[in-house]
């Protein structure tokens, strides 16, 4: 074994450079920029050089891997850290786990690691603990640390979302977990490998509580390959242009990357205090697999603040979020961190040098005992992203209204979505035991712009690259032949822009006895996106349209039509196909299907921006003739009237009518508006008797309970006295209050 | 200004912009003095005379009025202190029957109205869809944006507000 450092302690390091963050208010203490001031030209060229190499290794990596996660989709991530934990260069792909391996370093170091198990030349460590680092179990994280001459220098780490992580219910994104103990197989913080070689007990463990142990399996491959090749790079590099100068320059890539997303902050937005809220309402009533541990149905409210400060630095607020629950949508900081992370990468840090310099430069207030930042790691955080996506689609659109006041249209952004995911397992078409999370939906629809409409089929805000994956490489892993992927006309939130559309998915199940699918991340009560400016949120998540023994066989073997979607009015399945018809509201939680039974799947879309009557005419025949949206939609949201018809393609713009159908919607408008006043006297009446949906009022209950800015502002604005509360539950009515 | 540019602004301003133009805007370097720019490309749409401090929706803006800094809709109406929620002094229309909610979302599922209602603001002179909510019944109507507008202009552009 290589001679290994005994004379830096690691934890005794990393103190000492929080200390110096805390005390100079610059990373590690680095108040100039020597490097860069001395050679602006080498500075970048070297950090060209190691995202270079990042990039290079994530691609290694995807040709290694056996996912069609991480092949087709490229849900995978690869980075550089300093000794002590902190990113200084990341390659495309998730990228919000650069922060969350960067609390996993860390972790280990401040657990004193470097006594026991050791960090020594050759060790390969994992993690998929989110109370550690990481989002979600399936997240699975390797870093290897990087030795030259008996010093650590640094860590390289890859993150995959692995397919399958051996839950309570098949794939990776467990949705029926409704505490850790359902959530799969975790490895928490653990040395897995020895001398650059895997340990052949960890794949054993692997192997026999995994119900598809190649995609695990060979992602750790993929990944420990990515480490090494990134750690070679980094050490061609040091013999380059030394040690000295390497560590003194990778430390200034992060200051550098801190300034950076301060005076962005300053050039692109406006000072002073923003405000969302978004929700996401949870149905599984009577479905089977529903434990008894959290209630059945629930609503979240989810209200932000962002304060931007002088400084330029951003600090969001999470004060009056939902108490952490029994169930699956959890979430620890560190994926709170991630959110943050992949949201700015995107909105502000899309050149320059991005790293965790960008992280610090914001500041998280996660109150506890939420679910942004349980008090129990017992929890389950399984599908955290149900609740990450609308909160940071509402951080997206704060953002977006600083870009707006400061004249840069061309970067507001409505926003990014949930995009249900389909999770399954059972008897695979080649008649083995198998499990597999579909990754179709990377490709959800995106928010509007303020200058054009959204993208249709093509964004999710957790992987940039969104793709949905090839139809052909999915059948190959799964018991399901396609009929159909159908852009969905609507989905997309009205506006004089438009959200961009959404897809469905029809599929028959093919050559297996039995498939169990349970889907998440389905809001289907509330609405868990908005618009902006005027512009409507997008729909709720289409409801899942399923039939059971049908006979699409017998039509197949007539060369009658198929079906390939649900249909512009739901009704393609009933009117073409025999069966047993069931429409399941939230996510598919039912009993599982065979070969010949139709399963259907929706994604979401984009909220809209601007006054749906103040859209262009052209833009809306346009998306009918597309199949984009209907002609009612047309007709109710934007007033447009039309003469001839689509079906024998005469359909045209009647623009006087048109002008006249406008002028008559707003005067209507006017007409049904009351005064705000008016409307609050009335709702006041309904908030003092605590006249809503016992859903709602628990809701409330909660957020009062937790946090006392949100009671205040609550009674505040409904003019209540101090002591005002809603009342406690009837027995029997709340399970866990 | 740059009379090229000035167009291309008004074009992006109008979603007129075409998309290559516009990826090459969404890629350059940001433009330092943008917010002037825009500002007075805005100033020159408007039919009324106070001055633009800041634009706060598709339709809103914070003007100067006297020694007063008010939000005012592009149509004229004045909504009064930019401190205080604009939208306490729109008039609305609440959404929370199926049947209302179906009208704007054909063909699709749609929120449970006793769980979520949808709230529109709208202007009281000129009829003009100014903001939409979405939120559960009893929730207060969300202050979306107060911002700094003092720190702002004085640390960040380094002008009197106003001024220019």
Not at chain 2, 147 to 152: A, Q, S, V
Request: hydrophobic letters at 35%; aromatic letters at 10%.
């Amino acid at each position: 074994m290589t001679k290994t450092d005994t004379m830096v302690n690691l934890r005794k390091r990393l103190e000492e450079s929080e200390s110096l963050l805390a005390m100079t208010g610059c990373y590690d203490g680095i108040t100039n920029l020597e490097c860069r001031e001395q050679d602006p030209l080498k500075f970048e060229t070297i950090h060209m050089k190691l995202r270079a190499s990042c990039v290079s290794a994530r691609e290694i990596a995807r040709r290694i891997s056996a996912s069609p996660g991480v092949r087709e989709v490229g849900e995978m991530v690869a980075a550089l850290y300093t000794p002590e934990g902190d990113a200084i260069a990341i390659s495309n792909g998730i990228m919000v786990h650069v922060h969350t391996m960067s609390r996993f370093i860390k972790w280990m170091i401040k657990n004193d690691y470097q006594d026991d198990p050791g960090i020594n030349p050759g060790d390969i460590f994992a993690n998929n603990d989110a109370f550690i680092g990481t989002v979600q179990v399936p997240d699975v994280m390797d870093v290897v640390p990087i030795y030259h001459e008996g010093t650590l220098v640094g860590w390289a780490g890859a993150v995959c979302h692995e397919l399958e992580a051996g839950g309570i219910t098949p794939g990776g994104d467990v949705a029926l977990a409704q505490e850790r103990f359902g959530e799969g197989l975790f490895v928490c913080a653990e040395k897995i490998g020895l001398n650059d070689k895997i340990r052949r007990d960890y794949i054993i463990r692997c192997e026999r509580n995994l119900r598809m142990p190649i995609y695990w399996i060979l992602d750790e491959q993929a990944k420990v390959a990515a480490c090494f090749n990134m750690r070679d790079r980094v050490l061609e590099l040091i013999d380059e242009i030394g040690i000295d100068f390497y560590q003194k320059i990778s430390k200034e890539f992060i200051e550098e990357g801190r300034r950076t997303q301060l005076a962005r902050v300053r050039q692109l937005t406006i000072p002073g205090k923003y405000r969302a809220n978004t929700f996401y309402g949870h149905v599984t009533k009577g479905k089977p697999g529903f434990q008894p541990l959290g209630d059945p149905d629930w609503l979240y409210s989810i209200p932000l603040q962002m304060d931007i400060q002088l400084d330029g630095k951003i600090v969001l607020d999470f004060e009056g979020a939902q108490p952490w629950g029994y169930h699956s949508m959890n979430c620890t900081p560190a994926g709170m961190d991630g959110g943050m992370f992949v949201t700015l990468t995107q909105h502000m840090n899309f050149e320059g040098l991005v790293n965790d310099g960008a992280w610090l430069a914001t500041q998280l207030k996660l109150p506890e005992g939420t679910w942004t930042n349980p008090d129990s790691e017992f929890c389950a955080t399984a599908t955290s992203w149900a609740l990450l996506l609308p909160a940071y689609g509402a951080f997206q659109r704060m953002l977006s209204r600083g870009f707006l006041a400061r004249g840069f249209l061309e970067e507001v952004f409505v926003g990014q979505v949930n995009s249900p995911m389909i999770e399954m397992g059972g008897i695979s078409q080649y008649g083995k035991p198998f499990g597999i999370a579909h990754f179709e939906c990377a490709a959800a629809g995106s928010g509007a712009l303020a200058i054009k409409d959204g993208l249709d089929t093509a964004y999710v805000g957790w992987n940039p690259e969104s793709d949905m994956g090839n139809i052909e490489i999915w059948e190959l892993d799964m018991p399901m032949v396609y009929l159909g992927r159908s852009i969905l006309p609507n989905s997309g939130g009205a506006g004089k822009y438009r959200g961009g559309n959404a897809f469905m998915s029809t599929w028959v199940i093919n050559k297996s006895p039995e498939v169990r699918i349970v889907t998440s991340e389905h809001s289907s009560r509330v609405f868990d996106n908005a618009g902006m400016c005027g512009g409507y949120p997008a729909p709720t998540c289409q409801m899942h349209r399923v039939v059971r023994n049908s006979n699409i066989s017998q039509r197949a073997d007539a060369r009658k039509p198929l079906v390939h979607s649900t249909g512009l009015d739901q009704n393609e399945l009933t009117m073409n196909l025999e069966g047993d018809h069931q429409i399941i509201e939230g996510p598919h939680i039912t009993a599982p299907m065979k070969a010949g039974d139709i399963f259907t799947h929706s994604y979401n879309g984009g909220g809209g921006y601007g006054d749906p009557l103040e859209r262009d005419p052209i833009l809306v025949l346009d998306d009918i003739i597309q199949g984009q949206s209907s002609r009612v939609h047309g007709e109710n949201i934007h007033g447009v009237r039309f003469k001839g018809s689509i079906e024998d393609t005469t359909l045209e713009i009647d623009l006087p009518g048109t002008m006249a159908a406008r002028k008559q919607l707003k005067d209507e408008r006017l007409q049904k508006a009351i005064p705000v006043s008016d409307w609050f006297e009335n709702e006041r009446g309904k908030v003092i008797e605590g006249s809503f949906a016992p859903e709602v009022v628990k809701m409330y209950r909660a957020a009062m309970n937790l946090s006392d800015d949100f009671s205040d502002e609550f009674r505040t604005f409904w003019q209540l006295s101090d002591s005002f509360a809603f009342s406690e539950p009837k027995q029997g009515e709340d399970k866990h209050g | 200004m740059d009379r090229n540019q000035l167009e291309e602004y008004k074009l992006l301003v109008d979603g007129q912009l075409p998309w290559p133009q516009t990826k090459n805007l969404m890629s350059s370097y940001k433009d330092r003095d943008r917010f002037f720019k825009i500002l007075a490309i805005y100033q020159d749409k408007v039919q009324w005379q106070e001055k633009i401090l800041l634009p706060i929706g598709e339709n809103l803006f914070i003007v100067q009025k006297g020694k007063e800094n008010i939000v005012k809709c592009t149509c004229g109406y004045e909504f009064g202190d930019y401190r205080q929620n604009w939208k306490l002094q729109a008039v609305m229309v609440v959404r929370k029957t199926r049947e209302d909610l179906e009208r704007i979302y054909p063909h699709s599922d749609v929120c449970d109205p006793s769980w979520m209602e949808i709230r529109e603001f709208i202007c009281p002179d000129c009829g003009t869809l100014l903001e939409v909510e979405a939120c559960s019944p009893g929730y207060p109507i969300t202050f979306d944006f107060c911002p700094d507008l003092e720190g702002f202009y004085k640390e960040w552009l380094k002008v009197p507000l106003g001024s220019e």
